[in-house]
Each structure stands twice: as C-alpha cells, then as structure tokens.
C-alpha cells in the first residue's frame, strides 16, 4: 500500500470517528437544523468569496461557531462546509483533506474555549487578541499545511524535497487565508457569537 493511499485511509478513518460521536451523542432535531444553517452559510461565502482573491472568511466562520457548538458539531460543521462546497469547486482527493484539515479547525476553537482560553460570549480584547493569534496560527502551521498536502495526488510528489517545496509554495496563500481570519474575526465575532449564544443556550455544548 503506498503512503497517499495509507494517508487516505486514515483521514476518512478520522472523519468517521467524529461522524460516529456525533451520532452517538442524539442530537436534537434543533441542534441538526442549527448545524445545517451554518453549513449552507460557510459554503454561500465561500461561493461568493471566491470572487475575492486571497481572502476568504468561511474559516473564520467555522471557528467563531465552534466556540459555541463544541468539538464534534464543530468538527461536523468545518468538514461539511468543506465537503459540500466541493460540489461547486470540485470533489477529487483532496477532498478529504480539506474535511479534515476544516474540521480540525473547528475542534481546535471549541478545545479553546472548552479550556475557557475563550469565552464563548462577550469577548473583550484579550479574547480577540487570543483568537486572532490562535487562528492565525492553525491556519498557517496546522490546517493549511494539511490542505496542501493533496497536492502530493495533483503533483505527483514522491520525495521529502518535492513536500518541502509543495509545503512553502502554499505558505503565503496560508498567510493570506489567515489574514482574512484575523481581519473577519475582529468584524464580526461579537454579533456571531451573540447569535449563536442565543439559538444554542438551551443546549450544552458538545
């Protein structure tokens, strides 16, 4: 078995374990219709965003709600605004890793504020700096570079140089989209986190 098909394997191995704790956690009919919005939500911007070069709010987006829905919605929600906006941009395989790598950037925001390194309403500045610095981080070492290596499929890259090469020529677009976190974090965390404190405060955070 080669490495990309290992790789493969152990990405869809990891969606469907979140997929499953999600299940087995019986959500309410209100907490599927909450998720689905947001989903819907992050592929229309990520649709009309498109439009927009190297800026794009829809991880933005998945953070802010993944401090308020948790980590398995939030993985739920980040994986399937990546799954479903495929159907505009294209499925193939890379398609796994932008579930992953989105997902994981939901679990890596709600883990935040699971930790109460950030509340998950009301925020004052210590908050916005927190989350900026953390989104920027993810963005540019965690998830970007996960996106990227689906280029390994698209290049054909089959030596330790070829993935460093592959991983710095997607370092500025990762900065760019971290960039575009940052500056939607500060427009808009305050009415996002209202809103979603308002749908979801009957419900615990999974």
Known sequence: MSVSAFVMIFLGIVIFSFYLAFERSHPSAGELVIAAQLCALCI???AVFSFVPYFNPVMALIML???QLGVRKGFLLGSL???GS???FGQGPWT???MTSWGMAGVIFALLAKCSLLRRTEWKIK???AACFCAAVTIIFITGPLADLSGVFMFGVNDFKGLVA???GGFFLNVSLALSAVITI???ARPVLFALNRTTSSSAPL
Do not use: E, T
Request: hydrophobic share 60%; net charge neutral; aromatic share 16%.
């Open 44 to 46: 229309c911007v990520r």
């Open 65 to 67: 709600s993944s401090v």
């Open 81 to 83: 605004s990546a799954f």
């Open 86 to 88: 495929n159907f505009i």
């Open 96 to 98: 796994l890793y932008q």
């Open 127 to 129: 908050d916005y700096i």
């Open 166 to 168: 592959l991983l710095a």
């Open 186 to 188: 500060i427009l808009i």
